[in-house]
């Protein structure tokens, strides 16, 4: 399974979570992500289709991609308390028009990215 590993604003790449897939998983995928960067969508999505990645996981930021990306691909994004709100960064992606699988994960303690929101 080839996966996707899409990090968090306040995040850096790599980490235990990327450890983690590199153990369960073939390949493995975990840029450093400079979101403020205005071609850093459209460079992860030309990489993506030539990839073609199983599944893309993101946390908060790296959600809001991975869903923008798998709504683009038809893939499977496995989000963890995504930043499809409340972003400190005045960011607004372009959605495909895919059926694609959206998991969510949400942590109702989370302080930066408002869970009743995100529900």
Known sequence: MNVWYLHGLES???GPKVDFLRKVSDKVYAP?????????????LK????NKPDL????????????????H???????FNPALHSRSIDIKLPYG????????IIGKDDTVIDPKATR
Request: aromatic share 14%; no cysteine.
């Open 12 to 14: 850096k790449a790599g």
């Open 32 to 44: 450093k992500v400079d979101y403020n960067h205005p071609e850093m969508f459209s460079s992860l």
């Open 47 to 50: 990489l993506a289709k030539y």
């Open 56 to 71: 893309i996981i993101g946390s908060s930021m790296g959600g809001y991609f991975a869903d923008a990306l798998g709504s």
């Open 73 to 79: 691909l038809d893939v499977e994004v496995l989000l």
């Open 97 to 104: 028009d895919s059926n694609w699988k959206r998991n969510f």
